[in-house]
């Protein structure tokens, strides 16, 4: 069965500390990995799409990286707007768009 | 920049009623999906839909859902009778394609309360 699993669930950082999330898959078919990010109560907000294992895509103080069984998130000196629920999902070979999720990471950046 | 949009923002219905939720994608956009979210679990694909069609339904998508395109801009999806499950955010999305270059943009969602 296809599974995402996303850790830790809930991570706690000071303003300026830097960390990483955690995406790892097994799924038959991989064609992309999205990161979304999540704030309560709102629709998931695209960030990044890897394709290949040893690619990786930056954008302000986020990072994505991709290996053939996983993915990373690193945040480089978090600031409190960065706090959110990170979610991680496969587009699957079947060109029909459906996405699997893993439960996310939920962030919290304390000032 | 082009956002989906989705109406109502929250719906409140009896067990058993029929409800609409409606979307409008990204206009130059040719995939549309529904996901559903119950609180604090995964995200959950339901269905994905292209040339007027449905191209992958989940198991959850049964004969109580439907998806249609009635115009050119909006996609809704029809829970027949609904049930307390139900339950849940509901977000539509769109994509140019259903293939691994394409992303697939979220709306703000609809929040189903059955009761």
């Known amino acids: 069965e296809d599974q995402v699993t996303q850790s830790p669930e809930a991570l706690r950082l000071q303003e300026g500390e830097s960390s990483s999330l955690n995406c790892s898959y097994t799924v038959s078919g991989l064609r992309g990995l999205f990161w979304y990010r999540q704030d309560p109560g709102k629709g998931p907000e695209f960030l990044f799409t890897?394709?290949?294992a040893g690619e990786e895509k930056e954008k302000e103080r986020l990072k994505a990286t991709l290996t053939k069984k996983e993915s990373f998130l690193h945040i480089t000196a978090p600031k409190p707007e960065d706090s959110a629920t990170y979610l991680c999902a496969h587009l699957l070979a079947s060109n029909t768009g459906k996405l699997i999720f893993g439960q996310g990471t939920t962030l919290q950046v304390k000032p | 920049e082009p956002e989906v949009t989705q109406t109502p923002s929250h719906q409140v219905t009896q067990m058993g009623q029929e409800v609409i939720l409606r979307c409008v994608p990204i206009?130059?956009?040719?995939?549309f999906y529904w996901y559903r979210q119950i609180l604090g679990q995964k995200v959950e694909f339901l269905v994905s839909?292209?040339?007027?069609?449905?191209?992958?339904k989940s198991e959850i998508f049964d004969d109580q859902f439907s998806v249609e395109r009635p115009d050119g801009s909006n996609f809704t999806l029809k829970i027949r009778s609904t049930k307390l499950e139900d339950s849940a955010m509901y977000f539509c999305?769109?994509?140019?394609?259903?293939?691994?270059?394409?992303?697939?943009?979220f709306g703000p969602g609809t929040r189903l309360t059955v009761t």
């Open positions: 839909f292209y040339n007027n069609e449905i191209s992958e």
């Open positions: 999305a769109s994509s140019q394609t259903g293939q691994s270059y394409s992303e697939q943009y």
């Open positions: 206009s130059n956009h040719l995939y």
């Open positions: 890897l394709y290949s």
